[in-house]
């Protein structure tokens, strides 16, 4: 082949500063992008934890207030003895016609209630039953059948333990609270007070007197 002309093919020249600086650009470019790609994830990640966050304060806060309504309805269903009732209570010794009161405690187990009710139907006479939690819980049929049967549920604590109830005076009304739950669960009845409480172990001999009031 024959050229008529001597034809040199001239490549441009690329200046080393400029390869440089284009190599340096792109390396900045990958940095600020993983850069901002992990302020992104970590950005999200924290909107979804304040919406968690959020979520469980939110569902905390609607359990507090069916708390607090349970409480007030608990309050409102407890009212205190009308001055009638506390006058016959008061009253009870000198009234002058003689009565006897039959009252049972620590029940109700299978062994014996049930002898006592059949006794008790069988001679018609209403009782009360001075009722441990405990007890309760675990035979809530007795619970029904004495109650049914025109008894009074009355409260004798949870545990009958003396080192238990009677560590302070919080822990006294405690089982006096949670005892009234396990009737009112016997019951199905959550309306149902007893507002009578015998101590166990008797009330004058090991009691100080704030666990009264
Ligand atoms: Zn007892």
Known sequence: MYYPYNLTVVKPKMNKWKIFIIVLIVIVIILLSIYGGIKYAQYMNKQKYEEELQKQQ??????????EEKEAKRLKNAKPLTEEQM??????????????????????TTS???????????ENIKATFFVLGNRAKANPDLIKREFEEGHYIANHGYTHKYSSIYSNSQTVLDEYNYTEGCIQEALQNPDYHSRVFRFPGGSTRRLLQEYKE
């Open 58 to 67: 939110e569902q905390l806060e609607e359990q507090k207030r069916i708390e």
């Open 87 to 108: 006058a016959k209570i008061e009253n009870i010794y000198s009234s002058e016609e003689k009565r006897v009161f039959l009252t049972f405690d620590d029940g109700p």
């Open 112 to 122: 014996v209630t049930p002898l006592i009710l059949d006794l008790l139907k069988q």
